[in-house]
């Protein structure tokens, strides 16, 4: 770790941290009150995906929509019109569109093997996106003199690295550049994330081996064929799963830095707060060792 002990950590001029953890549990709203109230860099590492490594991928994919209507493929093929996607730290709405659901498409799902292709495309850009975390880093000091930096990482890092393996060349990366804070949930915190994921269904990055076999146990125990899949049924079916499958995998990338409780975040109100719950968590560490 760059931090040894909670008093490097509190007598550091370069603070720099990673936050992960599943979706919804605070990350973004952590490193946006850094940014906002204090002299953080904030680098997200979904903004990343979908403006440099996706971005191309997003417009042709409303190009090729737009495409199927007659005024718009008109106005695209005179270059009359310009489509782009607008995707912000608070909007990742585009990439989200573009990843999509696997199921029947009248139900705006995505066929499978498409569905397949677009996870690959997602998992490459979201290593590229967590590789660029050090040339982030020297580009915030060089570029806007910002000597504090939190990245703020996606739900699915956990399925882009091997935390298992100390030679993992992400993880490695990234211990080497910054401090990787898990934000742990408790049970309630699974409970509340399921029933709000039950409200609005959202597109997960999932590893291929686990979507292969969920989508296989699902096919299963509906007994419908592949285009006949209700897309928002199977993401229902699969998040509690998925939260399942995560966990181990964060607990083992906690081993590379430290924990901090999702209810320790939720109190944090400023940078000072923030340096507390960490130099804590730091303290904790030195003691179990």
Known sequence: MIYHSAKDWQAADHKRVLLFGMSGLGKTHLASLLRDQDHWFHYSIDYRIGTRYMGEHIADN?????????????????DSVCIASNITFNNLAPLSTYLGKPGDPARG???????????????????????????????????????????????????????YDPADPVMTTLADTVLPVWIKGTDAHRAELIRRFDRAPKPIYYRPDFLKTVWADYLNREGIAEDRVNPDAFLRFAYARLLDHRQPLYAAMARWGITVTADGVAQVRDATGFTALVARALERRGEDA
């Open 62 to 78: 409303f190009k090729r929509e737009a495409m199927k209507v007659p005024l718009l493929r008109e106005l695209l093929m005179t």
């Open 109 to 163: 799902g995505v066929p499978f093997d498409e569905y397949l292709r677009r996870q690959a495309q997602h998992r490459e850009a979201e290593i590229s996106a967590l590789l660029d975390t050090p040339r982030f880093v020297q580009r915030a000091l060089d570029l806007y003199g910002y000597r504090n930096f939190v990245c703020d990482s996606g739900g699915s890092i956990c399925e882009v690295v091997d935390p």
